[in-house]
């Protein structure tokens, strides 16, 4: 699916690798690729404020630029039982990627997140997100990627979730973790439909891609040093029914 993608991904990396990267990337071999697109992953407090715990599965939806490189940071956490890319914030009939990528459907290019709270709790998989997924201080952007597709927003599926992340965006600002105010949106009440098979476990099926290499592979490496109880090497993939 590599050629179609190629005629359609907007956000596939316009800036030209350097020489070793170029050759690492002929001989096939995975690594984790550090440049000035890569996001640099941030240590940053827990949340003072929590959802409590239960016993029965989660859902959480996050955006935050590309859905590749979200999905598989979401993949790669222990707790999480499935992380499906897709888009949030727009209709159903505009949820499609050649749609939404116009950047004018409300959509974001999202990541739908089902987890066990017995595991780890939404507070701590929104620092995660915070952390590692992306950077919230960017408006309507995320790397080489502008657009409000591409925004950082979180979709509450319900009053708790949104009063945990309105809290944690505020206890992340008045203590200045970061160098800019964090934009991330909290928009509540809105659906969400999965991406086409073909988006889906990209980063751990293209390991190799040049977009994947630059600016996601990075992300992984981040969850593993800053988190590293909570990494875990094999992802939860999402099932494709062999599309």
């Keep these: 699916?590599?050629?179609?993608?190629?005629?359609?991904?907007?956000?596939?990396?316009?800036?030209?690798l350097t020489l070793g990267a170029a050759a690492l990337l002929m001989t096939g071999a995975v690594?984790?690729?550090?440049?000035?697109?890569?996001?640099?992953?941030?240590?940053?407090?827990?949340?003072a404020v929590d959802e409590q715990p239960g016993s029965d599965m989660?859902?959480?939806?996050?955006a935050g630029g590309c859905f590749w490189g979200v999905q598989g940071v979401f993949q790669h956490v222990n707790g999480v039982v499935s992380a499906t890319s897709g888009y949030a914030g727009g209709s159903k009939n505009t949820a499609q990627?050649?749609?939404?990528?116009?950047?004018?459907?409300g959509h974001a290019e999202s990541v739908q997140v089902v987890f066990d709270p017995r595991k780890i709790s939404y507070g701590h998989l929104l620092q995660i997100y915070f952390s590692v997924a992306h950077?919230?201080?960017?408006?309507?952007?995320?790397?080489?990627?502008?657009?409000?597709?591409?925004?950082?927003?979180?979709?509450p599926e319900n009053e708790q979730?949104?009063?945990?992340?309105?809290?944690?965006i505020g206890q992340l600002n008045h203590a200045r973790v970061y160098d800019a105010a964090i934009v991330t949106k909290i928009e509540i009440g809105k659906a969400f439909y999965p991406a086409e098979a073909y988006h889906q476990n990209f980063l751990n099926d293209n390991p190799t891609y040049p977009y994947i290499v630059i600016n996601d592979l990075p992300?992984?490496?981040?969850?593993?040093?800053?988190?590293?109880k909570d990494y875990r090497a094999e992802p939860s993939l999402v099932a494709k029914n062999g599309g």
């Design 1 to 16: 699916m590599i050629s179609q993608q190629d005629n359609n991904r907007s956000h596939r990396p316009a800036r030209a």
């Design 31 to 47: 690594f984790y690729f550090t440049s000035s697109s890569a996001e640099e992953g941030r240590v940053i407090p827990a949340p």
């Design 58 to 62: 989660e859902t959480a939806t996050f």
């Design 97 to 105: 990627y050649e749609t939404v990528s116009g950047g004018d459907t």
């Design 135 to 155: 950077d919230p201080t960017q408006l309507n952007r995320q790397g080489p990627d502008t657009g409000t597709q591409y925004r950082s927003a979180i979709f």
């Design 161 to 168: 979730q949104a009063k945990v992340a309105k809290a944690y």
């Design 219 to 228: 992300k992984i490496g981040n969850l593993k040093q800053i988190f590293p």
